[in-house]
């Protein structure tokens, strides 16, 4: 067998992936599920304190700060090893897919709240001046005026971002989640051929190139009429 | 001697500071229904913080406003509902830059008098109609000059109907050839019969359009009376020196 030869065996070879694509399709199922949720619910978390931060309060501002911050140092790993490894010492059992689930969430809320917050106090205070002269509640001010321009410029860091810790689902592997790389990494043991995770590495380039995409496309679709 | 109705805005007293500097210090203003009342001073005066106190967007440190019999500063006034009856126009227009025209005028008329969709975008059209600005009514704040902005902001003060306008520097950001066009919305508005408090340097609109001209430096009202009174024969000499400097110009 030539080096090339060798090459196309080990990486593409089309019987190990025919005979392990339906393991990968499940764990590109599983990831997608994995991904949606903690999209939803970092995003809307991220949203959420951003949201409490700007009434001010300083005590929960102190709050809301610290959880951000530490979730914004922490690697996600670690998170994940420590709900993992570390909950069930506390009594509480969780599964791979919720601890990668929750620490992943974590760590979106955190990376969105800050930009959230960059967003809504970019706005010009003069938009608050003028909404509530007419009489505008704080919360409209906020709902109808402040955050729909804020949401506009956060789109570009927020998609970035929200893409880089999807990705991160991978992680999961590490905790027994048989997502793309888990179940990629599970066929390339039982087959002793690396081929398997050239599959998983189409999967992810098959999810995400759409969702890079879609996040350009929402950039167009949201920018100012001129 | 027929008998003087209350004033629509009664100030007294205002203090406000910030941090050590007291930027108001004890200021009194009472404006007439139907009044102009033109508010003139150096920059640094106090003349602006002493508007934006009459819809508490600044809040006095000490004093009261009774705006149409309710007083702003007490904690149980619903301000919101006071807000309402004060229009504000500001230096820098501060339009929604995401909503047309129409919607920007549309907005409070929904959400804070609770009309109707048809029913607010009819009294738009009207409002935005009477600063001139008919045409533009789906134009987005960025695809309109500055003048035709500031005109949209007048409008979507006056589609609720105040009682009193608040002019906070309405010409100062625009180019000269478009401050005409605000002015003469203003003297529209002032024939109409509308209490209107300006804080301006546009000196000749004062004299011509003014009952009352009030004259703040360093945080007090040093005097106040008819523009020919002011302009012409001045008591003070701080307002004799700020006159002698504008006329110059």
């Known amino acids: ?55 001010g309060v300083r005590v929960l501002n102190w709050g809301i700060i610290f959880v951000v911050d530490l979730f914004r140092a922490l690697p996600p790993l670690v998170i994940i090893v420590l709900l993992f490894f570390g909950l069930p010492a506390a009594g509480i059992t969780v599964s791979g897919f919720a601890a990668t689930w929750l620490s992943l969430t974590l760590v979106l809320m955190a990376f969105a709240e800050e930009i959230y917050w960059a967003g809504i106090t970019a706005v010009p205070k003069g938009q608050w001046e003028a909404a509530r002269s007419t ?29 880089a810790i999807t990705k991160g689902t991978a992680l999961g592997s590490v905790v027994g989640v048989a997502e793309i790389l888990g179940a990629s990494q599970s066929a390339m ?20 190139i759409p969702v890079v995409a879609f996040g350009r496309w929402v950039e167009t679709r949201f920018a100012w009429k001129r | 001697m027929p008998t003087t109705p209350p004033p629509i805005i009664d100030a007294r007293g205002l203090w406000k500071r910030f941090g ?3 930027v108001l210090k004890g200021v009194d203003l009472s404006v007439a229904e ?8 150096p920059s640094g005066s106090g003349k602006s913080t002493l508007l934006r106190c009459l819809n508490r967007l600044e809040e006095p440190d000490d004093g009261s406003i009774q705006v149409d019999g309710i007083e702003l500063l007490d904690p149980k006034t619903d301000i919101n509902a006071v807000r309402q009856r ?50 533009r009514m789906e134009h987005y704040p960025a695809q309109l000059s500055g003048g035709q902005q500031q005109r949209v902001a ?53 004299k011509a359009a003014a009952d009352r001209v009030v004259f703040m430096a360093d945080g007090e009202k040093l005097e106040e009376g008819p523009p020919a009174q002011i302009f012409g024969e001045p008591q003070h000499e701080r307002t004799r020196a700020f006159i002698r400097q504008i006329d110059r110009h």
Do not use: W
Request: aromatic share 8%; net charge positive.
């Open chain 1, 135 to 163: 009489g505008l509640t704080f919360l409209q001010t906020l709902r109808l005026v402040v955050l729909p321009q804020a949401l506009r410029i956060t789109i570009p860091p927020l998609t970035n971002r929200t893409i």
């Open chain 2, 86 to 135: 004060i229009g504000m126009v500001f230096q820098s227009f501060n339009l929604y830059p995401h909503m047309t025209a129409r919607q920007n005028v549309m907005l409070a008329l929904r959400k804070v008098l609770g009309k109707g969709k048809a029913e607010a975008s009819e009294i738009a059209a009207r409002a935005l109609d009477r600063v001139g600005l008919g045409e």
């Open chain 2, 34 to 41: 139907r009044e102009l009342v033109f508010i003139i001073g």
């Open chain 1, 1 to 55: 067998m030539g080096g090339f030869e060798s090459f196309l065996f080990s990486f593409f070879n089309l019987k190990v992936m025919a005979t392990y694509l339906p393991l990968v399709a499940k764990g590109f199922g599983l990831t997608v599920l994995l991904a949606l949720l903690i999209v939803l619910c970092g995003l809307a978390l991220g949203l959420a304190l951003a949201v409490l931060r700007s009434f």
């Open chain 1, 189 to 208: 043991s039982f087959s002793a051929n690396p081929s398997a995770l050239t599959l998983g590495a189409i999967a992810y380039l098959i999810l995400f």
């Open chain 2, 154 to 206: 007048i409008a979507r003060a006056i589609a609720l109907e105040p009682r009193v306008m608040l002019f906070d520097e309405p010409t100062s950001a625009l180019d000269p050839e478009l401050v005409g066009g605000v002015l003469n919305v203003m003297r529209e508005l002032r024939q109409d019969g509308m209490t209107m408090v300006v804080v301006s340097h546009e000196m000749a609109f004062a």
């Open chain 2, 20 to 22: 050590n500097l007291a």
